[in-house]
């Protein structure tokens, strides 16, 4: 009889360590990520900075994180990039950017100020809504429909594309 209760005394011993290791564990592993890419003033949020120069207006715009944007980052990296664009469906600006960078396309429905990469190769400013499969860029900050509509204006436009610093 002995047996049996020291037997059972350990089983219960055991499975009450076992179980406050458990808790011990998985209250000391959890892991929270905390995206950091919102914060102001960090280096990193400042890498993800576009300068929009359209005559003597300039825009920031924020990019969005994917292999479109860092293929474009790279293509600027060393100098500026101009555009020429041209109206299209009376809700953007579009130009071919001269090459063609990866495509993360999904279907969208824009709003004024999204930059969105079509096709691959064709850089895009809207200014009104439309919906689409392509890949967004990223976004003009504290822009309005009819602040793009002033700067950008009727017919061709040309644009110069940078990295802020």
Do not use: H
Request: aromatic fraction near 8%.
């Amino acid at each position: 009889m002995k047996r049996i209760f020291r037997f059972t005394l350990a089983v219960l011993s055991l499975l009450m360590v076992t179980s406050c290791n458990q808790n011990k564990n998985s209250s000391s592993s959890s892991i929270v990520t905390i995206n950091t890419s919102s914060y102001s003033g960090d280096k990193e949020n400042e890498m993800n900075k576009l300068k929009i120069e359209v005559g003597n207006s300039e825009f920031i715009a924020t990019l969005v994180d994917n292999s479109s944007t860092r293929a474009l980052k790279e293509l600027l990296k060393d100098k500026p990039l101009t555009i020429k664009m041209s109206d299209y469906g009376d809700f953007e600006k579009v130009g071919s950017l001269g090459t063609n960078l990866p495509r993360n396309d999904e279907n969208i429905t824009t709003s004024a100020g999204d930059l969105i990469l079509y096709q691959g190769n064709q850089f895009s400013i809207y200014y009104r809504t439309n919906t689409w499969t392509f890949t967004r860029l990223g976004k003009i900050e504290n822009v309005t429909e009819e602040d793009l509509l002033k700067v950008l204006g009727e017919g061709d436009v040309t644009v110069t594309l940078s990295l802020t610093k």
